[in-house]
């Protein structure tokens, strides 16, 4: 796999247009409320019976959030009623054991992730009933092969609680940061200071976390160049062992929030890309490795270490270490995908309680693959993964010829042939280190689904 990243501001500027990030395929418009309650069931039973049954991933969906940031795309609610997290919380505890019941006990519960929303709006006494309900519907496998992580505000925690964090059984943290200029933090209306961060990432390090990331979006308001540089370098020398540098989608007609923002504070799109740029000059020359998709890690951690040895996956949350899971999504909106099937929960809270309450599962769409699915599928993620990908092994695994199936998808592709993105050869594709910020443009060539002119996602780059 091609380690080096090239930034080429003209092949970027060419190929930035909208496309989705294929945390799934299908992409989630593709889901339909014909898949329900019970194909979500037999899917479960399904799963439990094949010869060799997947280890569990649980996604945990807190929505609530003390004050609005204004860039936020998330499905959240604002709220200083704490009574109300404290309701969901019931209800999230009697879907929790709906949902294990359904599983086989002996299957383990590798992963964990809470997001949100805001996963620490709930205290660490509701936490503690949270993972209490978990642990008794669920088998959790034991702390050495765990990965249970948490996304964490750092305006919601003290030092303290991180070490009570742990003791819950916690063994990653990710902190949102987004950017540490005052002025950009008044733009979005997400004032934290540095202390905060730098305090709680020495409190992560010393009570042992595996693992802390750091989230920072590139393209917000007021944000320039050298402020940004700032930021970065305040960031490198906390060293967390994975940084995501999210670029800012501002598509202020979809999403309400993102009307507060000043139009005239917005930079102009040449300075996004030259943000970027500098994201990747800076933490590269600080010894990141470029995982893929915004993400970045240190070189002896477990996603670089996958990615050198191949096992790298992709799931909801971006790039995994994990094995292949069956993942069980919990809370409001949130996706599951087990066996060859994707399920969403309802989007609202009422809603949710309802189904809940009439002894339902809070399913309202899905999505079950066919063998064209599984087969894109399996082309796309092993791109996005490896960055190579070898006709053969396709060809065994899905009993196609690749060149047939597949050929107007490779012509389509023979322009990002000629501009040096790729390497088209009779056997395989490689993607080439100018390439690698443009992996969305080359998924996209596989998607049956997508419609030249759709403009629903973020921009590739
Ligand atoms: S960005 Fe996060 S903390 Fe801010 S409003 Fe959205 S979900 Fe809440």
């Not at 709680?200 to 009570?207: D, G, I, P, Q, S």
């Not at 322009?415 to 080439?432: C, F, N, S, T, Y």
Request: charge should be negative; charged fraction near 25%; proline fraction near 5%.
């Amino acid at each position: 796999m091609q380690d080096e990243l090239l930034f080429n501001r003209p092949l970027v500027e060419k190929y930035d247009r909208p496309g989705p990030r294929y945390t799934s395929y299908p992409t989630a418009p593709q889901f339909h409320a014909a898949f329900a309650e019970d194909d979500y069931r037999s899917a479960a039973e399904r799963s439990n019976r094949a010869a060799e049954p997947k280890p569990l991933s649980v996604y945990v969906h807190i929505p609530f959030c003390k004050s609005l940031c204004y860039y936020c795309a998330c499905n959240k609610i604002i709220t200083h009623n704490t009574e109300r997290a404290a309701e969901y919380l019931q209800w999230l505890k009697q879907e929790i054991f709906v949902q294990g019941a359904l599983f086989d006990t002996t299957r383990r519960m590798t992963q964990l992730h809470l997001g949100g929303g805001t996963p620490t709006y709930l205290s660490n006494a509701q936490l503690s009933e949270l993972m209490a309900a978990l642990d008794e519907a669920f088998h959790f496998a034991a702390p050495e092969e765990r990965e249970f992580s948490l996304e964490v505000d750092p305006r919601t925690v003290t030092p303290d609680q991180v070490h009570e964090l742990y003791a819950l059984g916690f063994n990653r943290l990710s902190f949102g940061v987004q950017d540490f200029d005052h002025d950009v933090q008044q733009a979005v209306n997400r004032v934290q200071s540095e202390e905060q961060v730098v305090s709680l990432v020495k409190a992560a390090r010393e009570t042992g976390f595996d693992s802390v990331s750091v989230d920072l979006i590139y393209g917000l308001p007021l944000q320039t160049v050298a402020s940004f540089d700032t930021t970065l370098t305040k960031i490198i020398d906390l060293q967390p062992d994975r940084i995501a540098a999210y670029s800012y989608a501002h598509l202020p007609e979809l999403f309400k929030a993102q009307r507060l923002i000043r139009p005239e504070d917005m930079p102009p799109p040449e300075r996004k890309l030259e943000l970027l740029e500098l994201t990747i000059n800076r933490l590269t020359a600080a010894g990141y490795v470029y995982i893929g998709m915004d993400h970045f890690a240190l070189p002896n951690d477990e996603l670089s270490l996958a990615r050198e040895n191949g096992t790298l996956q992709r799931n909801f949350q971006g790039y995994s270490t994990h094995a292949d899971c069956d993942m069980i999504g919990l809370g409001i909106t949130s996706i599951g995908k087990v066996g060859d099937t994707y399920s969403q929960n309802v989007k609202e809270t009422a809603q949710y309680q309802h189904r809940l309450d009439e002894g339902r599962l809070p399913v309202f769409r899905g999505y079950r693959l066919s063998d064209d699915d599984r087969l894109r599928r399996d082309v796309i993620n092993t791109l996005m993964c490896h960055g190579r990908l070898a006709f053969a092994a396709i060809e065994a695994r899905h009993n196609i010829n690749f060149h047939s199936y597949f050929a107007s998808a490779l012509a389509s592709l023979e322009e990002m042939a000629e501009d040096g993105l790729i390497a088209l050869r009779d056997h395989e594709i490689e993607v080439l280190p100018s390439g690698r910020l443009m992996i969305r443009n080359l998924a996209m060539a596989f998607d049956a689904y997508l419609k030249p002119t759709e403009n629903r996602y973020s921009r590739t780059v």
